[in-house]
């Protein structure tokens, strides 16, 4: 073990990656996945048109600097992303969680899938030198299954106590 590494925290920490990589293994198998993932594919591109529609919307109105336009019609794709999550992809009602804690949960997410898209574009850009628009594409990309991850296994996961069709 090099110097200055805990075993016990080293082997804490392969534990948690294992049981991680577990959990990862199960969610992917889970049965109906793939027709989820195919319904989440469609809203998603209907959501980043409504997203692209409303900027250019609002940019050439003129009622908006381009900054605003952008903060606004992201949040009309999300509004969007989530009306249609819970008619088309989700069963909001399997999970036991309020309304109001669904929405909460889903905007963190929101959050979430902003910081990823930063993260790999300031990674592919900055770091990699790779030109703007690969950093871009790699960034949604990298925010697609991350949030998908995140809303499937976490935010609109079945609460077990809850009977499936209620």
Do not use: Q
Request: proline fraction near 3%; avoid cysteine.
């Amino acid at each position: 073990m090099p110097a200055g590494v805990d075993g016990g925290a080293a082997h804490t920490s392969l534990a948690l990656l294992a049981r991680a990589a577990r959990w990862v293994r199960a969610f992917v198998k889970a049965p109906g996945r793939l027709a989820e993932l195919a319904r989440y594919t469609a809203v998603s591109a209907t959501a980043l048109l409504v997203d692209l529609a409303a900027f250019a919307v609002l940019i050439a109105s003129g009622a908006l600097p381009a900054t605003l336009a952008g903060a606004f019609s992201v949040l009309a794709g999300l509004a969007v992303h989530y009306l249609l999550s819970v008619r088309y992809v989700f069963d909001a009602a399997a999970t036991g969680k309020s309304r109001s804690r669904l929405v909460g949960e889903y905007a963190l997410t929101g959050v979430l899938g902003f910081l990823v898209t930063w993260s790999a574009i300031a990674l592919t850009v900055d770091v990699l030198g790779m030109s703007a628009g690969l950093g871009k594409l790699t960034g949604v990309g990298a925010t697609f299954v991350t949030v998908y991850i995140v809303r499937a296994g976490l935010v609109f996961r079945p609460d077990e106590a809850t009977p499936v069709g209620s």
